[in-house]
């Protein structure tokens, strides 16, 4: 299976700050990564597609980039509702992988 | 508006097998794969399987292959997750989510609210 890894674990930051979460793939997945959001006691929410695409309704400070084995997320002034933790997940093979999730709290 | 409708809460004596449904509405259900992803109290994601809606095909996780089978009832637009030989490992919120429409893998769009499976004696 191909190995996901995400730094940092996690991230203290403040409201207005620009953050990224990195994510890197033990193996070539060119550009098939998604990015999640998830809200405790809430499902998984899909942010980012093929590595950079927005999902309908994603605010545009959500921007995703990087191809092969190493992808950011950036997040270019964080807001209130963005305190969650963040997931990647490469659908390169049919055995799909998740990280092991970055949170993002209150500095 | 697309919709995943999850079973309730289970708890399961060790060596038994649950089985988790997850309804889908506002949407073309064959058009969509459904997957299963669980999630341990305070842990990650774990992806466990996908099956194809359309011809039946699944993919598993290889640590859970021979324990989890996955099927869909087209008529009433349901996915059904069946794990056996359950032990306290298997104790996690256990999500459906819809496949984006694609010939292979892709984003996992929509997501149903979680079932807790807690597996205890």
């Known amino acids: 299976d191909i190995q996901m890894t995400q730094s940092p674990s996690t991230l203290s930051a403040s409201v207005g700050d620009r953050v990224t979460i990195t994510c890197r793939a033990s193996?070539?997945?060119?550009?098939?990564l998604a990015w999640y959001q998830q809200k405790p006691g809430k499902p998984p929410k899909a942010l980012i597609y093929?590595?950079?695409r927005l999902e309908s309704g994603v605010p545009s400070r959500f921007t995703g980039g990087g191809s092969g084995t190493e992808f950011t997320l950036t997040i270019s002034s964080l807001q209130p509702d963005d305190f969650a933790t963040y997931y990647c997940?490469?659908?390169?093979?049919?055995?799909?992988?998740f990280g092991q999730g970055t949170k993002v709290e209150v500095k | 508006q697309v919709q995943l409708v999850q079973s309730g809460a289970e708890m399961k004596n060790p060596g038994t097998s649950v089985e988790v449904s997850c309804k889908a509405t506002?949407?073309?259900?064959?058009?969509?794969?459904i997957c299963w992803v669980r999630q341990a109290p305070g842990q990650g994601l774990e992806w466990m399987a996908c099956?194809?809606?359309?011809?039946?095909?699944?993919d598993y996780a290889q640590k859970l292959q021979g324990r989890v089978t996955l099927t869909t009832d087209t008529s009433t637009t349901t996915a059904y997750m069946e794990l056996r030989s359950l032990t306290s490992d298997d104790t996690a919120f256990y999500y459906c989510?819809?496949?984006?429409?694609?010939?292979?893998?892709?984003?996992?769009?929509?997501w149903g609210q979680g079932t807790l499976v807690t597996v205890s004696s």
């Open positions: 989510a819809r496949e984006g429409a694609s010939a292979g893998p892709t984003v996992l769009d929509s």
């Open positions: 506002g949407y073309t259900f064959t058009a969509y794969g």
């Open positions: 099956i194809s809606t359309y011809n039946g095909k699944t």
């Open positions: 193996e070539n997945i060119d550009a098939w």
């Open positions: 093929k590595a950079s």
């Open positions: 997940q490469q659908y390169k093979t049919y055995s799909r992988t």
